[in-house]
């Protein structure tokens, strides 16, 4: 593994149903961020984590949560999921610390509820 | 609340110079990124700017006023492969990166 890999690549999804979509790192980041991104808005933070153990809500966490059990993987839970979480979800990660701290991208996960 | 707008949309040609704008009003102010989206990619990382002034990386520059809440992309000798998607994002008091919508470059030949 090299950088962050997302799985699956794509869903589609019954709304009701649940739905995990795995992240995981090899680079050792303390931090990691779940976003969703929709046609004509910017990337919306739904949750995040400083470092294992520990995580934070984001601007839209609702219907939505995470678990960060260790550094490497960071898991993003739809309980019962909605037609309004269809979207394209990038996990990201950063080192934690530094100036820069810059944020490095999976390869995202297109996911369709029907 | 917090708001960062770009262009939506621009068409520049093969070989020319354009500029992709990016202002903002966020809650503190830790530092602006570009990172550019090929269609259907992850984005990826351009640069950072956290002092006013420009900084330059190659064919692309990135220019930053604080005091106008004002950034640029500066794209220069514009190749086929420039097409995509420059998102503008600032890290705000709470750490937390806000996206704007992005900017979708044509490039023709």
């Known amino acids: 593994i090299a950088g962050i890999t997302q799985a699956p690549t794509s869903q589609i999804l019954a709304a009701g149903r649940r739905m995990t979509l795995r992240c995981t790192q090899d680079?050792?980041?303390?931090?990691m961020y779940w976003y969703r991104q929709d046609l004509g808005l910017g990337l919306r933070l739904i949750h995040y984590?400083?470092?294992?153990?520990?995580?934070g809500k984001g601007e839209v966490p609702d219907g939505y949560s995470v678990s960060r059990a260790n550094t490497d993987d960071f898991p993003l839970t739809l309980a019962s999921a909605v037609p309004s979480q269809t979207s394209v979800y990038f996990c990201?990660?950063?080192?934690?610390?530094?100036?820069?701290?810059?944020?490095?991208f999976g390869p995202g996960t297109r996911l369709t509820v029907l | 609340g917090q708001n960062i707008d770009q262009p939506t949309e621009m068409t520049a040609t093969e070989g020319a110079i354009v500029q992709i704008n990016c202002t903002y009003q966020?809650?503190?102010?830790?530092?602006l990124f570009w990172y550019q989206q090929h269609a259907g990619e992850a984005p990826t990382f351009l640069s950072y700017?956290?002092l006013d002034g420009l900084e330059e990386k190659g064919r692309f520059s990135s220019f930053l006023s604080r005091s106008k809440g004002y950034s640029y992309l500066l794209l220069k000798e514009l190749q086929m492969k420039d097409s995509a998607s420059y998102l503008c994002?600032?890290?705000?008091?709470?750490?937390?990166?806000?996206w704007g919508a992005g900017t979708k470059l044509i490039i023709k030949p």
């Open positions: 700017n956290v």
């Open positions: 966020t809650s503190g102010f830790n530092g």
């Open positions: 994002a600032v890290r705000d008091s709470n750490y937390q990166l806000i």
């Open positions: 680079m050792r980041h303390n931090a």
């Open positions: 984590s400083n470092t294992a153990g520990t995580t």
């Open positions: 990201a990660s950063s080192p934690g610390q530094g100036a820069t701290d810059t944020q490095y």
